[in-house]
Nanobody, 123 residues
Framework: VQLQASGGGLVQAGGSLRLSCTIF????????MGWFRQAPGKEREFVAA????????YYADSVKGRFTISRDNAKNTVRLQMNGLKPEDTAVYYC?????????????????WGQGTLVTVSS
């Protein structure tokens, strides 16, 4: 199983980026896909998650109202639309799959991880 994340880059504060993550090598059923991020010197933290059925997503308070997670099951892809970016959003962003069908926010509850994509927000 391989998760490939893309879409990171450098953006000014207030700008937008869209991250994508595609699963290769396996088709999961009834799973959860999530986004996490890790800033230098900090622990990996939850950003957003969505179930296989695309039901009500789950967001960290710090991104609620600015970020939107969505998925395209036909393409085995999850996306993270990030608007109103702030310098404190700067981090490496990781996508992950949880093979149990309930929304969780702990990195320990996710089974497969992508390689990460760097998002840098300048002030």
């Amino acid at each position: 199983v391989q998760l490939q994340a893309s879409g990171g880059g450098l953006v000014q504060a207030g700008g937008s980026l869209r991250l994508s993550c595609t699963i290769f090598g396996r088709t999961f059923s009834r799973h959860v896909m999530g986004w996490f991020r890790q800033a230098p010197g900090k622990e990996r933290e939850f950003v957003a998650a969505i179930t296989w059925s695309g039901g009500t997503p789950y967001y960290a308070d710090s991104v609620k109202g600015r970020f939107t997670i969505s998925r395209d099951n036909a393409k085995n892809t999850v996306r993270l639309q990030m608007n109103g970016l702030k310098p404190e959003d700067t981090a490496v962003y990781y996508c992950a799959v949880r093979s149990v069908y309930d929304l969780r926010s702990s990195p320990n509850d996710y089974d497969y991880w992508g390689q990460g994509t760097l998002v840098t927000v300048s002030s």
